[in-house]
């Protein structure tokens, strides 16, 4: 059973502060990595996918840096806005499996 | 375009009724995908179609789940003798094939409550 593990389960901020959290996920037969956010009420939205290592991404406030060798992930957010507020879930695709495997997630909540 | 819909968004049902739930994915992805999302965990996976395929269903909990996409396009979940631990978010995603750097796109999930 492949374990994908998100810290922390939940994170509260105030509205600027720049805030990070972490995704583990075992480093064998890893392929890629998905970051998605999912605001209550409606669809996950993809927001990254990352490969190789070393590999940093960005959008906007949001970016994610990738280590594959030791098998983790950072999302971070610059400047949080109440708009961020969302469950930022990972999911790492391991072998040449299609499917994805989520981590629990990470609850983030922007104060205003 | 329109993105990945599912129906209905809610569903309460009574334990041991019969329940389907219903995914429009993207139009031409070949690639479907039901998750299940229980309280305070992430979604798993249950089942893959490759258009009207089903590839691998090794994530359907027992033999009361059953998925089927007979043209390859609208998928149905349906759940016989629904049971409490039943209840869960059921999530379809979709993605134009599957490598394993295709983004997989996500309905808004139906939020299924039995009692």
Not at chain 1, 71 to 93: M, V
Not at chain 2, 19 to 44: K, M, N, T
Not at chain 2, 68 to 89: C, F, N, W, Y
């Amino acid at each position: 059973i492949l374990n994908v593990e998100q810290s922390p389960q939940s994170l509260h901020v105030q509205e600027g502060d720049s805030t990070n959290f972490t995704c583990s996920f075992p480093s064998s037969n890893f392929y890629a990595l998905h970051w998605y956010r999912w605001e209550t009420a409606k669809s996950p939205e993809a927001l990254f996918v990352m490969t190789l290592n070393g590999d940093e991404k960005k959008k906007g406030r949001i970016s994610a840096t990738l280590n594959t060798k030791e098998g983790y992930s950072y999302l971070y957010i610059k400047g949080s806005q109440p708009e961020d507020s969302a469950t930022y879930l990972c999911a790492p695709r391991m072998d040449s499996s299609y499917k994805l495997i989520f981590g629990s997630g990470t609850r983030l909540l922007v104060r205003p | 375009g329109a993105g990945v819909s599912q129906s209905p968004r809610y569903k309460v049902a009574k334990r041991g009724q019969d329940v389907a739930l219903r995914c429009d994915p993207i139009s031409g992805h070949v690639s479907l995908f039901w998750y299940q999302q229980a309280l305070g965990q992430g979604p798993e996976f249950l089942t893959y179609f490759q258009n009207e395929a089903q590839l691998d269903k090794s994530g359907l909990p027992s033999d009361r789940f059953f998925a089927e996409r007979p043209e390859g396009s609208v998928s149905t979940l349906k759940i016989q003798r629904t049971q409490q631990e039943d209840s869960a978010v059921y999530l379809c995603a979709s993605s134009l094939g599957q490598g394993f750097t295709e983004t997989q796109y996500f309905g808004p999930g139906t939020r299924l409550l039995v009692l």
